[in-house]
């Protein structure tokens, strides 16, 4: 067998293409294979090895792709779904950066206005409330996903609303909520209502295509000279239990999960953004410490900063079949969170479509397109949609990350 | 009924195994050509797990995994490097990597990227003036020169780099924000990259030689293409320290430039002047005039 390439070996053989081998041999060998029929013994035994072959095959094609960070990394199961696992063990193996687990989406109600709050709108009668941590349950009535006080609710008075902080009982993206999606409790009671008015971001683990960025940046933080890629490094793998240094000077609220390095005469200015935008000026001051401790060598400096959020503003008509049975709030919703989870992966300074350093118009169409309140089925997708604002690519600076501002939506059946 | 045990002899392939396992009736003409066509997948399946291990370490990688290693490693083949220098260098990752940030490692990557025989090159940081706690004063500059194979690294006092001392423009960050003349310390975050390019590259594509705009491919100045340019930027934007600013990779063409042998003040450096195209001359007659060599061609550095 002469020395194949990889690209042979990184694509499994079919069974066809196995069988088509077997005969092509028995050939060679003077076996009379134009003979054989199908269903024939013969037939039927090069049949059933082919497909051993072939099943061994995959192994084969596996095992060469996880050879590599950057080929594991796109790795796909049959249904086209990442597979993590052979990332997993090269992550850790040969860069020892270890995947960022999934975030709980949560709502602190202790800022001004607070972020989640609750209301008792009876005129009189009893409190709502007091309540231990843990022991109400909000809901978001589009995507069923849950949420529990993370912190005890003082009882509220008839009349009266106050700050609840929340937290998501399951980790990922499913449990983002857009701005008032949260909006019930999972045992309702009379007159009690809830409303976020900030949107609420999980987020899920650590990408295959993300994880590869880290590993790639880890060989910056092999220097002590300052290289750039320690600086993304450092910044985005506080989390990460496998690096020496973890917890080292503390956690911050949220992951950074973005950060844009930027060279000026003298000076590295790091900006740097968690899922949900901005990250809080606590978070940035931990951040700094992990930079200037272990990645600025002496002689320089480097000026850690939050990226500054620019909101964008929606306008939307989206057309959606009235046999879809949704109702206008379960769209909205639906919309309102797909934008949230969309914006989040978007990088401080913007994606380079046509042009550089924007949101696309287009993906905000796609995005909102493509958020189903439910199952998606043929009678349920949306028809079109009128984005009349954005009405083009939304820039964004070299400093800045985008965050979902106010949504004016409007829902038609069709 | 039992099932036969057969002892096999001594065998290395699936198909050989196949023939010394069967049973004598097994052994015909058509049961040995079948039982060979059969144990012949295996071995090719072997085969291609044992490659499947090997290819991911360099020195056995195909040609082709190499766009992968690259990707892991973060180390970029160069344009004419043989596959086995490459593997080797691949080898080196880690080592290559601690090295990341300072002039060494951005020579190297530049000299490994470029593969010419013998190509010289210098890196030269922007000049200085310090007082030490004795109170003696340090005017310096501070060179690393790349012999072809090695990095020297030689601080000439009194300082003999001046790019653009004369022209300075606070409005723009890439020229000179502190007058060196004035005793102060000056900033030292900008550097140059000097490649003696002759033995690669060209002085053509220049005005009047019949190209137009927009030709695909090429640069102005030389016949290097857009391609090698931006893979020599981007080699200097990989490698440099975060805080430094490639002010010019220069390509000079006339070995006798540059060279940090040369005294202060020779006209063969820059005199202060070259922080933009043009200079006023008043001699014979006031005019605008080049500021810098024609010797050489100047190509965006990077921050």
Known sequence: MAAPNLADLIVAATVDEVLAAELTTAASVGMPTSAWQP????????????????NYSQSVALLAQGGYASLAATMVDSNGNPITEWMDLIGVNNYAVTRLPATFASLDGTTSPPQFTVSNNNA??????PFGTGQVIFVNSTTGATFVNSAPISAIGPGTSAGVSIVAQVAGSGSTSGLHAIDALATPVTNIACDNIVAAVGSDAESNANYLTRCQAKLGSLSPK??????????????????????????????????????APGVVYVYIANAAGAPISGDVSIVNDYIQNLVVPDGQTAIVQAASQISINFTYNVFVPTASGFTSGQVESAISTALTNYLQTVP???????????????????????AQPGTVSPGSKFVAVTLSSPAADVPVGFNEVAVPGTITPTVTFV | MGIPVTTPGAVTTFADL?????????????????????????????????????????????????TWLAADRQIDRGENESAHSYAVRLTQWLDLW??????????????????????????????RNSTD????????????????????????????????????????????????????????????????????????????????????????GSNATAAEVASVRKQVAKW????????????????????????????????????????????PVTAMVPARTSTAIYWDGTT
């Open chain 1, 39 to 54: 269903l024939t013994p013969e037939r039927t035994i090069l049949y059933t090895n082919a497909t051993v072959v072939a």
């Open chain 1, 124 to 129: 009189a009668g009893p409190n709502f409330g």
């Open chain 1, 226 to 263: 300052g290289a750039s890629k320690a600086y993304a490094f450092v910044a985005t793998s506080i989390f990460d239990t496998t690096q020496p240094w973890y917890d080292l000077y503390g956690l911050p609220t949220e992951p950074i999960t973005r950060v844009q390095v930027y060279t």
């Open chain 1, 348 to 370: 401080i300074g913007g994606l380079t479509d046509a042009s550089p350093g924007v949101v696309p118009w287009s993906a905000l169409v796609a995005t909102i397109m493509e």
């Open chain 2, 18 to 66: 196949w023939q010394a396992l069967s049973p004598p009736w097994l052994q015909g003409y058509f049961g040995v050509r079948f039982g060979y066509t059969l144990g012949i997948m295996y071995d090719g399946l072997e085969e291609s797990f044992a490659y499947a291990l090997r290819y991911r370490f360099p020195l056995y990688a195909p040609t082709d995994a190499f």
């Open chain 2, 98 to 127: 601690r090295g990341a940030g300072g002039a060494g490692a951005i020579l190297l990557a530049e000299s490994s990227y470029l593969g010419i025989a013998g190509l010289t090159m210098e890196h030269v940081k922007e000049s």
């Open chain 2, 133 to 220: 706690p004795g109170g003696g004063t340090h005017d310096l500059t501070d060179w690393d020169y790349w012999d072809g194979t090695t990095k020297t690294n030689i601080h000439v006092s009194p300082h003999n780099w001046d790019w653009d001392s004369d022209q300075k423009d606070p409005a723009d960050q890439r020229f000179y924000q502190v007058s060196i003349l004035d005793g102060s310390a000056p900033g030292h975050w900008r550097t140059w990259v000097i490649i003696y390019g002759n033995t690669k590259w060209a002085q053509t594509q220049t005005f009047g030689d019949g190209s137009t705009f927009g030709d695909g491919g090429k640069t102005f």
């Open chain 2, 240 to 283: 440099k320290s975060a805080e430094s600013i490639v002010q010019w990779v220069i390509v000079a063409f006339d070995d006798t430039w540059f060279q940090y042998t040369l005294p202060a003040g020779d006209p063969k450096l820059p005199d202060g002047h070259w922080g933009r195209w043009g200079k006023i001359a008043t001699s």
